[in-house]
């Protein structure tokens, strides 16, 4: 009979081989648990990276026509989210920390009189310090911030993280915002009628919380955000109430009337367009209102042929698209987007120099 060899004939052999395999295994499975760790790092570090590259994308869609395009907010429209009050930086903390410890060592009977002048002269140097933080916060002061108190969730009572804050909002939206700026935050979740997936409002709270910097935000940080966070109860900073508004229950005769007893100013209109009333947040992009550039060539030579609009002017086609947005919704576009109360929140001279500005919007442009 013709009996093929074991590769390894003895029982000596085998033992030896299976163990050194043994030994190989266990060394690999070892290797591969040691490693396991950072390769699992990589990964989350890697998956972190694209869900914020696909969360840049839709808060350039969704949110930067009100938030800013770099996050800042728009004055007069929303508040910033790339913003050190967001994230609770607090200028003060480390002066305020010397400064305590300063007062704990002086309240301390053992601590002598000679150390108690040192103490003395010390916090009113940390004090003109501290001074001198605030007053280089005076630009961003003067927008609403606070930086007795920098922290946005510490001020609004919320209890949860701010990854919960961020997520939750853009879930459910802001309705009662209204009150306080142009139009509510709408609920962007599909759970709540809106029209993002859960893994989308992931990617977009990734890349909101993306913009925290640690310690490593600096003054001009503050100074550079456009507009903070307003108390609701005080709707005041929004719309002025020293002043006689147009109101939105105004008729178009009446207000076609007054108009014509002020003369606009397109530079002053340009300074309202672009900040206070934030309109270059959603005419900076055809996807979400029409382009703020050629706005006089379609009013003269496609709005005002339209039968709907026949026998208005320019100026009173301009006129009513502020004051009354829903008298003519431009086709392509949803109705209510603009905000309704515009007639509420400027003077006929405000009316005017708007007009003016845009009446030197005449660059020809296709359709919108």
């Keep these: 009979m013709n009996l093929k060899r074991e590769l390894i004939e003895s029982i000596d052999g085998r033992i030896f081989v299976g163990v050194l395999c043994f030994i190989a295994i266990m060394i690999l499975v070892g290797w591969i648990a040691i490693n396991e760790a950072a390769r699992m790092t990589a990964f989350e570090g890697q998956y972190l990276a694209r869900s914020i590259e696909r969360g840049a994308t839709m808060f350039n869609t969704n949110c930067s026509t009100c938030h800013g395009i770099d996050g800042r907010g728009l004055t007069g429209r929303a508040p910033a989210l790339n913003s050190p009050y967001l994230f609770g930086f607090n200028y003060l903390a480390d002066v305020d920390r010397q400064i305590a410890a300063l007062q704990t060592e002086a309240a301390n009977s053992a601590t002598t009189d000679a150390r108690k002048a040192e103490i003395e002269t010390e916090t009113a140097a940390l004090n003109a310090e501290r001074d001198a933080i605030i007053a280089s916060l005076q630009p961003a002061v003067d927008k609403g911030y606070n930086p007795e108190e920098p922290s946005r969730l510490k001020n609004l009572g919320w209890g949860g993280?701010?990854?919960?804050?961020?997520?939750?909002?853009?879930?459910?939206?802001?309705?009662?915002?209204?009150s306080y700026w142009p139009q509510p935050m709408a609920a962007w979740s599909q759970t709540a009628g809106g029209p993002l997936r859960m893994d989308q409002i992931e990617d977009l709270t990734n890349y909101i919380l993306n913009w925290n910097i640690g310690d490593a935000w600096t003054v001009e940080d503050a100074n550079a955000v456009n507009q903070f966070p307003i108390v609701p109860v005080d709707p005041s900073t929004v719309v002025s109430s020293d002043v006689q508004t147009i109101g939105v229950n105004t008729e178009m005769p009446t207000i076609m009337e007054n108009l014509a007893t002020v003369t606009g100013d397109p530079q002053n209109g340009q300074v309202m367009y672009n900040g206070a009333l934030a309109c270059a947040g959603c005419h900076m992009t055809?996807?979400?209102?029409?382009?703020?550039?050629?706005?006089?060539?379609?009013?003269?030579d496609i709005r005002l042929q339209q039968p709907e609009n026949a026998g208005m002017t320019a100026e009173e086609f301009l006129a009513t698209s502020i004051t009354h947005p829903n008298a003519y919704v431009t086709p392509g576009y949803p109705a209510s987007v603009m905000p309704q109360n515009f007639a509420d929140r400027l003077t006929y001279q405000d009316l005017a120099d708007l007009i003016a500005f845009l009446e030197t919007q005449d660059q020809p442009l296709p359709p919108q």
Excluded: H, K, N, Q
């Design 161 to 178: 993280t701010l990854r919960s804050f961020v997520e939750t909002t853009i879930i459910s939206g802001r309705p009662p915002s209204e």
């Design 286 to 300: 055809a996807a979400v209102a029409p382009l703020m550039e050629g706005t006089m060539t379609r009013v003269t």
